[in-house]
């Protein structure tokens, strides 16, 4: 199995940047899609941005678009999101999670990742 440990996060003001790192402890095969999502208190838990280990194509949450970039390094078995421009809004607990099977049909459901992180806070305040 595949395990997920995310780092990097904490408290940055209004416009500031925060990188956070997602290691994934097994074997990534090119079929796989690493994703980020993001849960705020009450909230369901959303979509983010994923990255394909296939042919490291990305996609993004609307709201993030322009300001988040997610990235792999295939070597480190290791996925990036490096967030700017951040907002109040961005507060949540980040979650990495993995794919098998990525799909551009599927990669923003929740229900279609297999493995998890233990979720990293990420907190937006003046």
């Known amino acids: 199995q595949v395990q997920l440990v995310e780092s990097g996060g904490g408290v940055v003001q209004p416009g500031g940047s925060l990188i956070l790192s997602c290691v994934a402890s097994?074997?990534?095969?090119?079929?796989?899609?690493m994703a980020w999502f993001r849960q705020a208190p009450g909230n369901e838990r959303e979509f983010v941005a994923v990255?394909?280990?296939?042919?490291?194509?990305?996609y993004y949450m609307d709201s993030v678009k322009g300001r988040f970039t997610i990235s792999r390094d295939a070597a480190k078995n290791t996925v990036y999101l490096q967030m700017n421009s951040l907002k109040p809004e961005d507060t949540a607990v980040y979650f990495c999670?993995?794919?098998?099977?990525?799909?551009?049909?599927?990669?923003?459901?929740?229900?279609?990742?297999?493995?998890w992180g233990q979720g990293i806070q990420v907190t937006v305040s003046a």
């Open positions: 990255v394909t280990w296939r042919n490291n194509k990305k």
């Open positions: 999670a993995a794919d098998p099977n990525s799909s551009s049909s599927t990669y923003a459901l929740p229900q279609e990742y297999v493995y």
């Open positions: 097994g074997v990534i095969y090119s079929s796989y899609g």
